[in-house]
């Protein structure tokens, strides 16, 4: 249970928001889990991008592929993977 309080003491109220929207969450904290919620928190630092910002990373991409350009000293090949890996990048998000 220390280690627990100790883990949920130092988690922000942002976090303590994103935490409780979890389906595992209320059975951690009815059991005092802490591994449970240390596991909890893993997730949500790794995979925060991909939940919250989805929209945002979708557009940051669209906006980096159409804005890319040709300089001057770029080679044509260059040019052509550095829009294909961009192209890659909009599929994936």
């Known amino acids: 249970m220390k280690l627990y309080s100790l883990g949920w003491g130092q988690s922000s109220k942002a976090t303590h928001s994103k935490l409780e929207t979890h389906l595992d969450f209320q059975q951690c904290k009815n059991e005092y889990n ?3 919620l240390i596991k909890i928190i893993r997730e949500f630092v790794f995979k925060s991008d991909d939940r919250q910002y989805k929209y945002k990373a979708e557009d940051q991409a669209k906006r980096n592929y159409y804005n890319l350009r040709q300089t001057s000293n770029m080679t044509c090949q260059e040019y052509f993977e550095k829009k ?3 192209s890659w990048k909009l599929l994936k998000v």
Do not use: A, I, Q, T
């Open 84 to 86: 294909l890996e961009m």
């Open 34 to 36: 802490s591994l449970r």
